[in-house]
């Protein structure tokens, strides 16, 4: 889809502290071998800080560099992928009460990996369909410190991570204008993200461990030769969409200047990945995430800000948005840099304060 008047106006993000995987694998927490092809080096650990709170830091921070205030925004999209607090609870409300304090809706995308950029999308969408809307704030956080989840070892490429960020979206002015964003589905690959668990009861009520590497090895159980046709039509779906969305920001996949993406440790891990989509690794950001680590659904989100606040955007500049999750369900958007913000290059990371 093609957007129009739609301006990225504020970012924001929050990153606790940094663990080293170097230490970790020397308390045994994880394993040498998979430090050192996995390329990571620090890992984001919030210990007990809720996503939510980090998400309220984020959005604190996004909203006050965007110079817009509570009257300006219309809707809060937060995005997660995994959970969020207690049960029956609305984390986007908890969000909108300790930020903006206004009356306008707020909803959660829960789309894994691919929620923040799922997020965008709606939340764009929404903007666009009523003239007097004016704006609105996208939000994604994670915490995979509970007690169910290894973060070490619950992904067999990635070590979990925990942080927030944010994005003001405004119909009005901005540093940057989002050109176009597209999502496409996979769906008869979902089981990709379910393997051979039971859906009912779920997971989280019985105390089942987090443990992505048993879906995928289900899932190449049941395929079987089929298994391998995942990657070529991700590759192949993702190659369209980035044709579409580039297409309709009236721009070619060679004009591109970054590629923003999920968090990879490794150029090899990230090639692997974008080459089948014609997209270059070098256009990433492998060595910012290798002291992250796999935020979930925050890492674009991360890496936008962190290219703001780091002075490595330009005016000219477009940047790719891409993800990916379950579903399967890919997310791309196209963003052109009309101007750096005055912010940048001086900012730091939200505060809980």
Same mark, same amino acid.
């Given at each position: 889809?093609?957007?129009?008047? &739609?301006?990225l ?8 502290p940094r ?7 020397r ?9 050192e092809?996995?390329?990571w080096?620090n890992i ?10 980090? !998400?309220?830091a984020?959005?604190?921070? !996004?909203? /006050? ?5 509570p009257?300006?925004i /219309? =809707?809060?999209?937060?995005s ?6 207690p ?11 300790s930020?903006?304090?206004s %009356? ?9 990996? @691919?929620a ?5 999308e709606?939340?764009t969408?929404?903007l666009l369909c009523a ?9 994604g956080a994670? @915490?995979?410190? !509970? ?7 619950a992904?067999r /490429?990635?070590?979990?991570?925990d !942080? ?10 901005g ?13 008869h690959f979902? =089981?990709?993200n379910?393997?051979?668990?039971p =859906?009912f009861? %779920?997971?989280?009520? +019985? ?5 992505? @590497? ?7 159980e ?7 046709? &995942?990657?070529q ?10 044709e579409?969305?580039t297409s309709?920001?009236g721009?070619?996949?060679?004009d ?14 990230? /090639?692997?990945?974008l ?6 690794a070098?256009?990433g950001?492998v060595d ?6 796999h935020?979930?659904a925050?890492d674009?989100g991360?890496q936008? @800000?962190?290219?703001?606040?780091d002075?490595q955007l ?15 369900? =890919? +997310?791309a958007a ?13 900012g ?6």
């Amino acid at each position: 889809m093609r957007t129009e008047n &739609i301006f990225l106006a504020g970012t924001g993000a929050f990153v606790p502290p940094r663990v080293s995987v170097a230490e970790a694998v020397r308390r045994g927490a994880y394993d040498r071998e998979r430090m050192e092809s996995c390329g990571w080096r620090n890992i984001a650990v919030a210990d007990g800080t809720s996503a939510p709170d980090m !998400a309220v830091a984020a959005v604190r921070q !996004a909203v /006050d560099r965007s110079g817009l205030g509570p009257e300006d925004i /219309d =809707i809060l999209v937060h995005s997660c992928a995994y959970h969020q607090g207690p049960d029956g609870w609305s984390a986007p409300h908890y969000i909108l009460r300790s930020t903006l304090g206004s %009356p306008v809706p707020a909803l959660t995308v829960e789309q894994g990996c @691919n929620a923040f950029l799922a997020a965008l999308e709606m939340a764009t969408q929404y903007l666009l369909c009523a003239p007097s809307r004016t704006g609105a704030v996208v939000s994604g956080a994670d @915490n995979f410190g !509970a007690p169910s989840v290894d973060r070490w070892y619950a992904h067999r /490429d990635a070590v979990l991570a925990d !942080a927030a960020t944010a994005v003001v979206l405004s119909k009005q002015t901005g540093w940057a204008a989002l050109r176009s964003v597209e999502s496409v589905s996979l769906p008869h690959f979902e =089981i990709l993200n379910r393997g051979h668990e039971p =859906i009912f009861p %779920p997971a989280v009520t +019985t105390g089942r461990p987090l443990d992505m @590497n048993e879906h995928l090895e289900a899932m190449v159980e049941e395929l079987g030769p089929k298994a391998s046709e &995942i990657g070529q039509e991700y590759g192949t779906s993702g190659a369209k969409l980035v044709e579409q969305v580039t297409s309709e920001a009236g721009i070619t996949v060679a004009d591109l200047s970054k590629v923003l993406h999920l968090g990879a440790g490794t150029t090899d891990f990230l /090639d692997s990945h974008l080459r089948p989509m014609g997209l270059d690794a070098s256009l990433g950001a492998v060595d910012f995430f290798r002291d992250i680590g796999h935020a979930g659904a925050a890492d674009v989100g991360l890496q936008l @800000n962190h290219l703001v606040e780091d002075g490595q955007l330009n005016a000219g500049d477009h940047l790719l948005l891409m993800s990916a999750g379950p579903g399967i369900m =890919i +997310t791309a958007a196209v963003v052109t840099v009309l101007e750096p913000p005055a912010w940048h290059a001086t900012g730091a990371e939200g505060s809980l304060v």
